[in-house]
């Protein structure tokens, strides 16, 4: 079957256009990074960066970015939190108990969703469970979650991926250890906003303007950008600069397998991928 023409990019952030901190405070920029960004903004071709990482505020970790080199406004940046804002609306959610930092929560609230954190009145009562970046998670957060959920609260995760790739090599996520805590004493389903879900592909691509179809999913993880690509109809690009090398890559599922291989992002300018 032909696949559709690549009309926007989604890209991945750590691994794929920079390596940074666990933190998130510094980066490096990956090589071909800007020089890709800046060719598909002179061209007009609409791109967009979604990374999993959930702590920061998409604004601010713009202009990091841009402090990088990266051609990136704050319009172009997003979290999971920035999809689960549409997904709690569509859900009838108005009120969310964050397990998270500051940043999880706070594009929820920009968009008019309530949030409250553990310790706060009436914190145990509420119609979603919202677990996020969370480094200062404890016992007590745990109990509150799993607290709200028996009182009918639904669960939802930015990010279920035990890793990701920083500077320092892979690197925990602090998310996916929460789930399995909460998710093992309540024995419930949780509902991913971030990548690989179909949500955060939807989402792209109506930031994009473009059809599902139409998006050109760039990424380093095999289980994130390439099974949502794959899922969704999206074409997978995979970058051997984070996570996963090339010898890893050969050796996936279809499931998880992308349609296209390169080095790293540089390789798109080279191979005239970009229009």
Not at 10 to 36: C, H, N
Not at 109 to 126: L, N, S, Y
Not at 198 to 212: E, I, S, T, Y
Request: glycine share 12%.
């Amino acid at each position: 079957m032909k696949r559709a023409r690549i009309r926007g990019f989604m890209f991945d952030l750590d691994g794929t256009l920079v390596l940074g901190d666990r933190t998130g405070k510094s980066y490096d920029v990956l090589p071909g990074a800007i020089e890709v960004l800046s060719h598909l903004r002179a061209r007009g071709v609409p791109y967009v960066v979604l990374t999993n990482g959930s702590g920061q505020l998409p604004a601010a970790q713009a202009a990091k970015l841009r402090g990088a080199g990266l051609p990136l406004e704050d319009t172009q940046m997003f979290t999971p939190s920035s999809v689960a804002a549409g997904v709690f609306r569509r859900a009838g959610v108005r009120r969310v108990l964050v397990l998270g930092s500051p940043g999880v929560g706070h594009v929820l609230k920009e968009q008019g969703i309530g949030i409250t954190f553990t310790g706060e009145p009436d914190c145990e009562h509420v119609d979603a469970v919202y677990i996020g970046w969370h480094p200062d998670c404890g016992m007590q957060d745990i109990e509150a979650a799993c607290n709200a959920i028996w009182n009918g609260a639904r669960l939802y995760v930015a990010s279920d991926v035990p890793f990701f790739a920083s500077r320092s090599g892979r690197t925990i996520g602090y998310s996916y250890a929460i789930n399995g805590a909460v998710r093992r004493m309540t024995k419930v389903r949780a509902i991913i906003t971030g990548k690989p879900s179909q949500h955060a592909l939807r989402f792209v691509a109506q930031q994009l303007g473009v059809k599902v179809s139409e998006v050109g999913v760039v990424g380093d993880d095999a289980e994130v950008e390439m099974r949502m690509a794959r899922r969704g109809g999206a074409t997978g690009i995979a970058v051997c600069t984070g996570t996963t090398s090339r010898a890893e890559w050969s050796r996936q599922p279809l499931a998880r397998r992308p349609h296209y291989v390169v080095e790293g992002v540089f390789e798109l300018l080279e191979r005239g991928w970009l229009g």
